[in-house]
């Protein structure tokens, strides 16, 4: 659900990469991710509540790079974005990885 942007399979390497055509449809996918995150966050009722304070140091150039890689103006909504992307993840590849071995070799996969 948090990934509702255009895959496309790269022919060569046959793995999947994520392409944007131009800066506006780059712009349009940051913003669907973005929405995606923040109604995820919102639908487990991690957005409702008191309102905390955190306060910490950042490297500027992390500051700046996230903003621009988000589209993110704001401190508190970059802040807000990136916790819930933490708080929302899967354990996807740690699980998948943990099975390694575990498929019986007798299987017929049809390959």
Not at 71 to 96: N, P
């Amino acid at each position: 659900m948090l990934y509702k942007y255009t895959k496309l399979l790269n022919k060569r390497g046959g793995r999947l990469v994520t392409r944007a055509s131009s800066k506006a449809e780059a712009d349009r996918t940051a913003s669907l991710r973005r929405r995606s995150v923040v109604d995820t966050a919102k639908a487990a009722g991690l957005l409702s509540g008191e309102n905390g304070r955190i306060a910490g140091r950042v490297r500027q150039p992390l500051i700046e790079a996230a903003k621009a890689r988000s589209g993110i103006v704001s401190d508190t909504e970059l802040l807000e974005y990136a916790l819930a992307r933490v708080a929302l993840e899967d354990e996807f590849g740690r699980k998948l990885v943990a099975r390694k071995g575990q498929v019986d070799s007798s299987l017929d996969l049809e390959f």
